[in-house]
């Protein structure tokens, strides 16, 4: 037997494991000590790699290519030679006749790697010409990369994983780590048992409520309010840092101005909190020596998510809390690499490492590495994920390469977004199962999963881990660079690499933000945080030192901006405000969990809805029965989960079950600034299935 090192390929929090391989067979993962999980796991970590062993538990491995030569037809199982001839010859067809936006592309933030990520928005921008190609990101921590970059400079998390345990005070706002990153969770354990005082904001009892000192249950929907009201009493009672605001921000006028009808007192109807909770957190947070704001996927899936994430920013910067160890803000991005997407210009507006496409000079530069003319290069920002179904409902967009990614399954709004699709020409799914989106492609192309190769994740603090292979594929299948590879070549632009090493050489070479990462200093140090601009610099384990921001003045950007109500607020018709949540035992749309012996055991179908006892007394609902749930968009039926711990008036449901696909029901209205859609909050009903 030999043991592997590699980097979970679930969330964000980048816990280094071992594969034990017996022959080319995974047997079991064992915890490694890495920069995050200091030789520890979660469960996923222990017992997510058994889809490799095509379970078939929930869905078949794909093992072959496939067509489908006519709309309605079947798939067909093909030559590769004859997958990539049709693909390439459709994507050229297109491109001619309705010109390069027309073509839509996806990155991965999951078991890929960043150099995958990389070749595909190269093919986007260098071969289509075009730059359309988004991630999932624009569903989760969109607004955290859009505030924090107009803000602070980066959109990132300021410090590093293993600093959260050092603060002195936590604020975790719209943040469940416990189920969503179970090895950032012990970090904030850690915090705990270290001192530090611990405010969570949720409307839920979350797991961090049960240590917090002051849990604030807000009202769904009501974020900018809460933040509004923590900066104005930073400001009234004077618990603000005047000397830094002073010397490293700006703006402060204007965030007064915008501030001041949001005294605690003044919003109560709003948050449902009283005055004496927003006043005594924000005691809390500015008398400690050192705080950091961490936050989730609460914060960032409304349709006012930007302006929440700015407004969290500025809490740090009238504290002070920036540019040093232990303070801070935190995103904690979802998937492993989702950070890694972002890095890699896996973005509509960004080249990798950040620089406009917008920008004539970058644009210059990377059309001559690249060998192309640079006034071919697309000058305009591209279509975003989330605007696909609109645009192809307009005719605007005829062709979508997915590549790891399982919108049927994971966007709000799914009958829009099956509209979208079924108004598409061409769909090209790239994957590894077959998912809910590999069902309607026109072509099926099927490539290595994590465990079948290596290469380089970003994970949520900004770090660089390296991954290797562990065992060899057992189909017809190839690494997903290959196909983009052969795909571009068909195309008439020859791509060629013959390693993970030379892609990433190449990034580097094109990204300052990113070149001193080496694979050998990954290699030796195991955990490289970016920026790295220099072949001897060690990496940054937390941002703005100095109180340098990354802005056009280097000053940190006060922000504040009136609440806006949630698009849909719940009426007579649709009485519960529904919320979308995670769950420990299964990861994103499930594809890989669902095909985990030991993780599927763990729930099954249809799933749950959460409810507050007083809601289920009040529609006759019982403890694990059978219910319907429907919004103005659809109807699912569900499982109802009675429980004390959630706020009345409000249910919350995991999207990624197949049966009871909660985003059947969400809308998508989407923040103005990310495209990020409202999937934390649309108005339902929830009515009981009478036992059979
Ligand atoms: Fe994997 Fe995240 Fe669990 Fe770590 S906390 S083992 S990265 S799922």
Redo the contacts with the bound molecule.
């Keep these: 037997m030999k043991k592997i090192t590699s980097v ?1 390929p ?6 280094k ?1 071992k594969l034990v391989v017996d022959g080319n067979k995974i047997v079991r993962a064992e915890a490694a000590p890495g920069a995050t ?1 200091e030789n520890q ?5 222990y017992y ?1 790699w058994d889809f490799l062993n095509d379970t078939r538990l929930l869905t078949p491995r794909l093992t072959q290519p496939m067509i489908r030569y006519e709309k309605g037809g079947k798939l067909q199982p093909v030559s590769w030679e004859e997958a990539i001839r049709y693909t390439a010859k459709r994507l050229a067809q297109i491109k001619a006749e309705h010109g390069p936006r027309a073509i839509m592309t996806t990155g991965s933030s999951r078991g890929t790697g960043n150099e995958t990520n990389y070749v595909m928005q190269k093919f986007a921008r260098a071969v289509i010409n075009t730059n359309n190609v988004d991630c999932c990101a624009r569903v989760c921590h969109g607004p955290s990369v859009a505030g924090l970059q107009a803000t602070l400079g980066n959109g990132a998390m300021s410090n590093a994983i293993s600093d959260i345990e050092n603060s002195k005070c936590l604020l975790v706002f719209g943040y469940n780590c416990a189920d969503s ?4 969770a012990r970090r904030v354990l850690k915090a705990k048992q270290n001192g530090a005082k611990i405010i969570v904001c949720d409307p839920r009892k979350i797991e961090t409520a049960r240590i917090a000192d002051q849990h604030l249950q807000l009202k769904n929907g009501s974020n900018m309010a809460l933040v509004n009201a923590f900066g104005y009493v930073l400001l009234e009672e004077e618990l603000y840092d005047k000397e830094y605001v002073a010397r490293y921000t700006e703006g402060l006028e204007a965030y007064r101005e915008a501030v001041k009808a949001y005294a605690p007192e003044a919003v109560a109807h709003l948050t449902g909190l009283s005055a004496q909770q927003i006043r005594q957190a924000m005691r809390t947070y500015a008398a400690a020596p050192s705080a950091t704001i961490m936050w989730g996927m609460g914060v960032t899936q409304f349709g006012q998510a930007v302006d929440v994430v700015k407004g969290l920013a500025s809490l740090a910067l009238l504290t002070g809390n920036l540019g040093r160890e232990h303070v801070g803000v935190g995103p904690v991005r979802g998937q ?1 690499n989702v950070q890694g997407a972002c890095d890699m210009g896996v973005l509509p507006d960004f080249f990798p490492g950040y620089q406009k496409v917008t920008d004539p000079q970058a644009r210059e530069k990377f059309a001559r590495a690249w060998g192309i003319d640079p006034a071919a290069m697309d000058n305009q920002t591209g279509v975003r994920i989330t605007e696909v179904p609109h645009l192809a409902l307009q005719g605007k967009v005829k062709a979508y390469y997915i590549m790891g990614e399982d919108p049927l399954q994971t966007e709000a709004d799914l009958g829009l977004v099956r509209e979208g699709f079924a108004a598409l020409d061409f769909v090209v799914v790239q994957d590894i199962f077959m998912t809910k989106t590999a069902e309607v492609a026109d072509v099926l192309l099927p490539a290595t999963a994590w465990g079948e190769h290596g290469g380089v994740f970003t994970c949520a603090d900004r770090g660089f881990q390296r991954f290797e292979k562990a065992v060899e594929p057992q189909y017809d299948v190839k690494r997903d660079w290959e196909i983009i590879s052969l795909i571009a070549s068909e195309m008439g632009y020859p791509m060629h690499y013959d390693s993970n090493q030379q892609i990433w050489d190449e990034m580097r070479e094109l990204c300052p933000l990113f070149y001193g990462v080496t694979y050998e200093k990954m290699g030796d140090m195991g955990h490289v945080q970016w920026p790295c601009p220099t072949l001897d610099h060690p990496g940054t384990p937390y941002l703005y030192h100095d109180n340098r921001f990354a802005t056009p003045s280097g000053k940190g950007q006060l922000f504040a901006a009136p609440w806006r109500a949630p698009a849909e607020r719940p009426d007579s018709d649709y009485p519960l405000v529904l919320c979308t949540v995670r769950e420990v035992g299964h ?1 994103s749309c499930r594809s890989m969990t669902g095909n985990c012996a030991a993780l599927q055991t763990l729930a099954d179908e249809p799933g749950f809805v959460q409810m507050h006892p007083q809601d289920a007394e009040m529609l006759g609902v019982r403890d694990s029965q059978l219910v319907w749930v429907s919004s103005r968009r659809g109807r699912v039926i569900s499982r109802a989960e009675v429980n004390e711990r959630i706020n009345p008036g409000a249910v919350y449901m995991t999207y990624q079950w197949w049966i009871g696909a909660c985003n059947e029901l969400t809308q998508d209205n989407l923040d103005p600034i990310s495209g990020t859609p409202e999937t934390k909050y649309c108005a339902v009903k929830v009515e009981a299935i009478a036992d059979q």
Excluded: Q, R, S, T
């Design positions: 979970c679930y969330c964000g929090a980048g816990c494991l999980n796991l979660c469960l996923k970590g997510g990153h179970p090895i950032v492993n990861y």
